[in-house]
């Protein structure tokens, strides 16, 4: 059992930058690939990046690409979202999960189907 709680979230202006952090409770932290997801208001929620237990491959979504950074803590039980370049669009509630799976694949771990385990997520708000 996993639980995980989300803070760093908060308002900002375009081109500002926010880090995201998820902090883990349980001893089997080390052993979960994490993700970050997103939820704007009327929309699906959606991928945005994702790492395995080691931190030895990081996938992301192809809208963050290249402003966005995770990287995890395991002495820390945490995992962190750096996020730079914020645009308005990337406005929405940030959650974080564990895979409840071994993945291969890049497309496995951007399947909010394949998390077991989430946190109540962080709003972010970038104004124009």
């Known amino acids: 059992q996993v639980q995980l709680v989300e803070s760093g979230g908060g308002l900002v202006q375009a081109g500002g930058s926010l880090r995201l952090s998820c902090a883990a409770s349980?001893?089997?932290?080390?052993?979960?690939?994490m993700g970050w997801f997103r939820q704007a208001l009327g929309m699906e929620r959606a991928f945005v990046a994702a790492?395995?237990?080691?931190?030895?491959?990081?996938y992301y979504a192809d809208s963050v690409k290249g402003r966005f950074t995770i990287s995890r803590d395991n002495a820390k039980n945490t995992v962190y979202l750096q996020m730079n370049s914020l645009k308005p669009e990337d406005t929405a509630v940030y959650y974080c999960?564990?895979?409840?799976?071994?993945?291969?694949?890049?497309?496995?771990?951007?399947?909010?189907?394949?998390?077991?385990?989430w946190g109540q997520g962080t709003q972010v708000t970038v104004s124009s």
């Open positions: 999960a564990a895979l409840r799976r071994q993945c291969y694949r890049s497309t496995c771990y951007a399947d909010e189907h394949n998390y077991a385990y």
């Open positions: 790492i395995t237990w080691s931190g030895g491959s990081i």
């Open positions: 349980g001893r089997t932290f080390s052993s979960y690939a």
